[in-house]
């Protein structure tokens, strides 16, 4: 069973930065995809980055920029930088994986999720 535990989210000004963090212990960096995904109240979740087996990163223009994922594959780690934060990136932010060569920011392609990071950014 793949476990993923969160951490680094807080409050922040806007312009400020956070980094995030996901420790995925018993999970296989070579065999699939991890993603930090973000759920602000009443919206859909949403994929903000992903990092596939061979190391290639995706991002949607809304954070293109200024959001940078990355792991660490000896502590077993996936990272979350955000930098330039604006008020609309406050939201829950979710690690997720899956065993699969291609990456998606579709939820429903992802079999393991940790319990969310709580980010907000105020003006």
């Known amino acids: 069973q793949v476990q993923l535990v969160e951490s680094g989210g807080g409050s922040v000004q806007t312009g400020g930065s956070l980094r995030l963090s996901c420790v995925a212990s018993?999970?296989?960096?070579?065999?699939?995809?991890m993603a930090w995904f973000r759920q602000a109240p009443g919206k859909e979740r949403e994929g903000v980055a992903s990092?596939?087996?061979?190391?290639?990163?995706t991002y949607p223009d809304s954070v293109k920029g200024r959001f940078t994922i990355s792991r660490d594959n000896v502590k077993k780690t996936l990272y979350l930088q955000m930098n330039s934060l604006k008020p609309e990136d406050t939201a829950m932010y979710y690690c997720?994986?899956?065993?699969?060569?291609?990456?998606?920011?579709?939820?429903?392609?992802?079999?393991?999720w940790g319990q969310g990071t709580q980010v907000s950014v105020s003006s």
């Open positions: 018993t999970y296989t960096y070579t065999g699939g995809c």
């Open positions: 997720a994986a899956r065993y699969a060569l291609f990456c998606t920011f579709a939820t429903t392609g992802f079999s393991y």
């Open positions: 990092i596939s087996h061979d190391g290639a990163t």
